[in-house]
């Protein structure tokens, strides 16, 4: 099974460059989200999807854009990137399983933005 | 925002011993669920154990269970008999009953386990 498939692993832009950091779920699920992961900060919420057409903004949105178009898509766009947006960035899906929430991550993106 | 606080950066423990990873958390709600993920140097974060705020009953999941006091609002979690492919970085999370999907993570800790 894939799972949640994030591409690329790897990326370094320069400052200002935009790009899109993609993010491929095949169980069907829901809910998505996007984190980055900085040390000493844990993982935050840059936005979430609950459906198909549906986004809205977690704890630190600003510079990242995202659309939800299909249930199995939930790319991640930088429209400039900054120096500050240099973080390791997961994507998630979760369903639901009674009153549990089970969440299943990508393997993660590492950008480097110089 | 939900506050989760993981106060020990760092901690280290010998093989097959026990270690106590501690976590707190700030929130008003009485219905919220609370987890601990292993994120190993591959960085996939695996799920270890999870609590539901309304039983009392603290979880168990072989070697690991957790410490819940919700008074307090503390969430330890207890490695026993200590392995080293325990040595990862820890997190805590806390995600409400109400609001739904959203998930707040600590900061980690950084396990290391020595031979």
């Known amino acids: 099974n894939a799972g949640v498939t994030q591409t690329p692993k790897f990326q370094v832009l320069k400052t200002g460059q935009s790009m899109t950091l993609q993010c491929a779920q095949d169980?069907?699920?829901?809910?998505m989200s996007w984190y980055r992961q900085d040390p000493g900060m844990g993982l935050r919420l840059i936005h979430y999807?609950?459906?198909?057409?549906?986004?809205d903004q977690g704890e630190v949105p600003n510079g990242y854009n995202v659309s939800r178009s299909t249930t199995e898509d939930f790319p991640l766009r930088l429209l400039s990137a900054a120096p500050s947006q240099t973080s390791v960035y997961f994507c998630?899906?979760?369903?639901?399983?009674?009153?549990?929430?089970?969440?299943?991550f990508g393997s993660g993106t590492q950008l480097s933005v110089l | 925002a939900q506050t989760v606080t993981q106060s020990q950066p760092e901690m280290s423990v010998q093989e097959a011993e026990t270690v106590t990873l501690s976590c707190t958390y700030d929130?008003?709600?009485?219905?919220?669920?609370l987890f601990w993920y292993k994120q190993p140097p591959s960085r996939q974060m695996i799920l270890v154990i999870r609590?539901?705020?309304?039983?009392?009953q603290n979880a168990t999941e072989n070697r690991f269970s957790v410490n819940f006091q919700k008074a307090a609002k503390s969430f330890s979690l207890k490695i026993s008999d200590s392995q080293l492919g325990d040595a990862a970085m820890y997190f805590c999370?806390?995600?409400?009953?109400?609001?739904?999907?959203?998930?707040?993570f600590g900061t980690g800790t950084s396990l290391t386990v020595i031979p």
């Open positions: 999370a806390y995600r409400s009953g109400r609001t739904g999907n959203q998930f707040y």
């Open positions: 169980m069907n699920h829901e809910y």
């Open positions: 609590q539901e705020a309304y039983k009392q």
């Open positions: 929130t008003s709600e009485s219905d919220y669920y």
């Open positions: 999807s609950v459906g198909a057409g549906i986004t």
């Open positions: 998630a899906s979760s369903y639901s399983e009674g009153r549990w929430e089970k969440l299943f």
